[in-house]
C-alpha cells in the first residue's frame, strides 16, 4: 500500500508487536496522532502567537501551560522543547564548552553526546564502566581527578546517561551529580531512555539539566525532545538574545539563541502535548514493564547458552542478549543463515530484531500488555523448539 | 472541537482562505496529510535503517533517493534536511564564524540569522538598502570594504535573503553572490520564501549554500527544513566526526557533528518527502501566483489612502502594506476599534491578518486559486464601503 510516491504506508505498530530498541517508548498515542492530523500544516500553532512572540508564551493551544507542567513534573524550574534530545545536548555544550575544554562522558553515552561537545571542540573523557557495564560514582571522581591532571583543570560539563542505550543498565546519576556538585561542574541528565518511560525527579536527582526525547520515549513525533534545567542555569542556557543591527539598530526581544528563537512549531509540539497526559501516567505503571520483559528475559534465558548482558534483575526494559550459544547455532545451517531469527518473529507478528542478528543484539519489551508479552515468549520457546535448540 | 486535553482541533485552513505571512506555503498537501498519518510514529522512518546507518542512506521509505532528487531540483550538489531553516544557518555559521569573526547580515535578514551567528560569537553587519528596500551588489561591496576598515578582514561568511520576511523584496542574490566571491566570502542563499515557492537555481546564482523551509514553504510539517551546497563546502560543513572515546576508542562512521547525526526522523521527513512532488509542480506556476497577488492588490489600493510598502509591480507574494490612511481611519470610531477589520474579514471566510493590525500590515496570497484571490478582493472592496472608505 503507497501513501504518495513510493512512500509506503507504514503499519509496523498496527500489524506487529514492535520489539525495536529504540522505537517502543515512541509509538503515538491515539490523542497523539489526532493533535498531529489537526496541526500537521507547518506553522499551525501559530495562529494566536502574539507578544512577546515567543513558542512557550502561546495559550492556545496550550503550549505556555504545558511548558509549566511540564516543568513541574520533571522537578525542575523551567523547560523548553527541542527538535530531538541531541539538541538538548547541543544547546547546554554550546553554552559551556569551548574549544580545547575537557567534557566528562561515559564510556556508554550515546554518539549525538560525542559530536555535541564535538562540534564544540570539546574534549571528551569517558568514565570507565564496571564489570557490571555500569557506571558508578567512584568512578566518576577517578576520572574528575585524572581529567584534571591532564588538563590542569576539571571538566566544563558532565553529561551522564541515566539508562544507557547499549545495556539499557541503570547508572547512579543521583551519587555521580553528588561528584560533580564538589567540584563544580554542571551535570546533564541525559533522559532519552527514562523521561516518559519511568518516573524521574531532577531535584531529588540534583542535575542541572535534564533532557528528554519526544520521539524515542514521550510517544511523539520526531524530532522532539524537552530540556529542563534549574532557575540558575536556565539564565545561562536560555538567556536571551543581545544581539543588535549594526544600521537599524534591530533587537530581538526575549528570543534564545542557544535555542535559536522557537523550536517545535507544529506537529511535533502538538504531538508532545497531546501525548503528555498519558505519558505521565505510564510512568507510574513502570513496574508493569519490568514484569512484562521479565516474561520474555525467562523464556529466552531458558535456551540454553542465552546469556544476558544487561544487568539482570532487569531495571529498565531495553536489553541486551547475547545468543551466541543458542540462536546463533541455528544460523551456521539454516537455509535463511542469521535472517531465520527475525523471519520466524514476523511470522509470529513480532517485529524489531535487526533482519541477520543472532549473536548480540537489543529488543525492548516497553508498551506490551500482559498478553503480546506472554506472546512473545511463546515464539522465542517455539522458534527455540522448532530449530532443535530446547526438546 | 477539542482533539486531546485543550487542545483544539484546528480548522483554519479548512475553514478559511489564510492570508497569513507566514502559513501561506506551509499548508499540507494531501499526501503529505496521508505520509504523516503513516509516519506519525518516534522513529519512524528508521525500520529499515543498514550500515552505515544515516538516514540519508535509507532506501525504505525513499529517502536516499529523494536526497538525490532536492539536490538535483536546486542544482547543487548535496544536500540535507535539517529542523527548520535556522537549523540551516546554525549549522554553517558554526563551521566558519568564530569569535569576533565579522559576518555579513543585511538590514531585512531574519532573526534567526542573527541568532545564529550570535551563538558562535560572531558580530553581524548589515547591508543598508535602498530608497525601495533593496539590497544590491553595490551596497554589499561598500559593506565589506567598511567591515574590512573596522576588523582589518573581510567578513568570513555572508548570509542573503532572497526574499526577506518584511517587505517580501527580492534582492539580487545572484550579483550579490558574485561580489562576495571576488572577497572569497562564502555566501549562503536563504530561500525560506522561495525554496519551493518559486523556481530557484542554485549553480546559477552562484551560491554557497542553500537553506530552505519545509514549514514555511515546501508544504511539510514543523520543524523542517533544507541544507543543500556544493562539493567542495560539503566537506566542509558535512564533514563527518573525527572524535573517539578515549577508554572504549569507540568512533562514530559517517555521522556528521554540525547536523548532530540524523536529522529529522519521522513524520516531519516523510512531509516533506510526501509534498516535494507537487511542491517541484508549484514552482512552475508562480506567475499564476503573483496574478493573484496583483488581484488583491489592486482591488487594496483602490481604496484611497492605502500604500503598498513593499517593491510594486510585485515578484513575490508575501506584501507589506500601509493603511493609516485607510482602514485605519475606521478603527479611530468603530465600537471594534482595530479589530473590526481581522472580524469583517473573518465573516467573509479570511483569516490571517494579526487581529486590531489596521496600520502596517503584511499578508500572503500564495496558494490560493482565482476565485479565491477575487473573494478576497471583493472582500476588502466591501469592507471598505461598508465603513464608507470608498462609495
Redesign the interface.
Known sequence: MK???????????ELFINI?P??A????TA??????????????V??NCRKPNRLDYIS???IA?FHRDLAAWLNMDMVRTV??A??G??AVA?TYVNKGDPVL?T?L?H??E??????CGGI???I?VDAGHRVTAEAAAMKIEEVTREFGRVPVLALIDHVDYQYGNMHDVKEIARVTRQYDIPILYNGAYTVGILPVDGKDLGVDFMVGS???SM?????SGVLATTTERGAEVFRT????????K?K?GI?E??M??C?????????L??S??HVKERVKQFDRELENNRIVMEALLSVEGTKVLSEYPRRHTLTRIDTIASFDKVAEYHKKRGFYLSSALEERGITGVIPGATKIWKFNTYGMTRKQAMHVAEAFLAIAQENGLIS
Chains 1, 2 share one sequence.
Not at 510517544?219 to 524530532?223: I, R, V, Y
Not at 538574545?241 to 537599524?248: P, Y
Open positions: 501513501c504518495a510516491h513510493g512512500i509506503e504506508a507504514r503499519q509496523v505498530n525495536d529504540i522505537q517508548g515512541g509509538r503515538l490523542d497523539a496522532m489526532k493533535a498531529v492530523i489537526a496541526y500537521g500544516d507547518g506553522y499551525s501559530c495562529d492556545k493551544p496550550p501551560e527538535p530531538g541531541r539538541r545536548f547541543q554550546h562522558l564510556s553515552s554518539y549525538t560525542f559530536l555535541a561537545v564535538e562540534e571528551p573523557r569517558e570507565a519526544g520521539h524515542k510517544a511523539a513525533p520526531a524530532p538574545t543581545a544581539t543588535e543591527g549594526d544600521i537599524t534591530r530581538f528570543k539563541p542557544a535559536m528563537g523550536t517545535l512549531m507544529g506537529a511535533t509540539l502538538v504531538g502535548m497531546a503528555f497526559p
